[in-house]
């Protein structure tokens, strides 16, 4: 974008500078697994992730980054810039980022899983022995991270986290963390879907602790369809896990750079990620697209 100055990328997002409190953040389709960003890219996989965020910060309700969604608020862009940022783009408010991850967990899945089974860790040290893979939780636990901004996030015990931020913000991170993973739940529930476990991210603006980045997101959550859902085994979900499936079958070593991708893991990777904006949104995709500009 020509017109606008670029402050920094993550793995899917690019941000950029319109002024003092107002950012800019656009969110690609490239595609990362196993913490390395492949070459292919997943066709109109950052206006899902985008389309659902507008989603969950209207379904929500709660302090947020979020000014506008209208390519027409942004300054300084071409026509063409403006057909590509439509759908894709978020106008929010300049936070001082809180650098630490605020994942929340209904059911012991992925890495935690992983550190249960191994005997133990920071995300798993409140919980019962005698769980399985995909055990629903009796409570969602809240299992901070630091947020790296290279690598992997590293875990924290509570009492960690509590030294890291301090012990009421701690607080205020946990228990609004754990409503909206709450209401996100009982949403979800309500179209057929569990949500497994997600990641919040949250910044303080105007002396006000808000939520930022993306919300409730494939990239953030992990969503299963609830017919599916058995404890036990492995549960299909409704993100990049085909990307992850193919890449497991090939000789890498997850360092840089990842095979790239075949067609059909590509289609079948954007199918997912449509999926679960049509089923949490009620909405067809197709509709989101026109009604976005692009």
Known sequence: MAGLHHIGSGKVRDIYELSDDRLLIVASDRISAFDVVNNALIPDKGRVLTGLSLHWFDELATPHHLISTDVADIPDITDVEAKELAGRSMLVRRAEVIPMECVVRGYLYGSSWKEYHAGGGPTTEHLPAGLELASQLLTPIFTPATKATDGHDENLT?????????????????????????????????????????????????????????????????????????????????????????????????????????????????????????????????????????
Do not use: N
């Open 158 to 294: 509570e009492a960690e986290a509590r030294a890291f931020v301090g012990g009421d913000l701690y607080e205020e991170l946990r228990s609004r963390s754990i409503d909206l993973y709450l209401r996100g739940a009982e949403f979800a529930a309500e179209r057929g879907i569990i949500l497994a476990d997600t990641k919040f991210e949250f910044g303080v603006a105007d002396d006000e602790v808000i939520l930022i980045d993306e919300v409730l997101t494939p990239d953030s959550s992990r969503y299963w369809p609830a017919d599916e859902w058995a404890p036990g085994g492995t549960i299909p979900s409704y993100d990049k896990q085909p990307v992850r499936d193919w890449l497991e079958t090939r000789d890498w070593d997850k360092t840089e750079p990842a095979p790239d991708l075949p067609p059909d893991v590509v289609t079948a990777t954007r199918d997912r990620y449509v999926a679960a904006y049509e089923l949490l949104t009620g909405e067809t995709f197709a509709s989101y697209l026109e009604r976005s500009g692009s």
